[in-house]
Structure formats: C-alpha cells, structure tokens
C-alpha cells in the first residue's frame, strides 16, 4: 500500500525509495502540476515528499491529507544527499505520522501541527 509521494524534484533512483510504500510522480505523470499532485496525495491519503517550498505552504492552510515532508538540505552532491536522508529517515517519517509538516534542515528535523 502506497503511503508517500515522491517529488519529481527529488532523486528517483534512491534505494531507500524503492519499494511498495513510495510512489513516484514521474511513474505517474512527469508533468503533473503542484496541485494535481496535492490532488492525487489527498484522494489517496498519501504523504508528499518534496524540495518544494509551495508544499510546506500550502499543508499549513488546510488539514491533512495530505502531509508533507519538506526536505530543505540545500545543495549538494547526491552521494552526500543520499548518505544525509539515509541517516534521518526513519525519524522523518515518525515525526511526519504526528505533524502535518515536516520540515528537514542539515542540522534539526521540525514538526508543525
């Protein structure tokens, strides 16, 4: 059963987000616009994973679903993207059951109700 979406503006070739719980937006239309994408994560109860500030601000003006995990690490190079996320995930994704919002900085993981 799908639980997350994944953003296209985030890795799609990441371990971590490949098995039966995560969905890809570019699986499910590479063009799909922010609001169909909050759309599709509300219709099917799913939290959304993105880089996209318009996320965080949207999730603050209505209820879940759907939630968001807002990663904000910045730039860097993949591996180092991959070996960050890899570290904090399963907290990420505790933190996310209790908030709506999720916001994932380089050195402090926020939860907004």
């Known amino acids: 059963m799908k639980k997350y979406i994944i953003d296209a ?4 070739y990441f371990s971590l987000w490949q ?3 995560y ?3 570019i699986d499910i239309d590479p063009n799909m616009k922010d609001s169909e994408i909050w759309k ?7 939290t959304i994973v993105t880089k ?3 996320f965080s601000d949207l999730v603050l003006l209505n209820d879940p679903p759907p939630r968001v995990i ?3 690490l910045g730039n ?4 180092a993207f991959h ?3 890899d570290t904090i995930w399963d907290e990420v994704l505790s933190i996310s059951q209790e908030y709506k919002l999720v916001r994932v900085y380089k050195d402090e993981i926020e939860g907004i109700a």
């Open 23 to 25: 969905e890809h937006v």
């Open 83 to 85: 070996s960050a996320i």
């Open 76 to 79: 860097m190079k993949m591996k």
């Open 19 to 21: 098995s039966e719980v």
């Open 9 to 12: 503006n985030l890795p799609y």
């Open 70 to 72: 807002h990663i904000r």
């Open 52 to 54: 996209d500030a318009d």
């Open 40 to 46: 599709y994560a509300k219709d099917n109860g799913l």
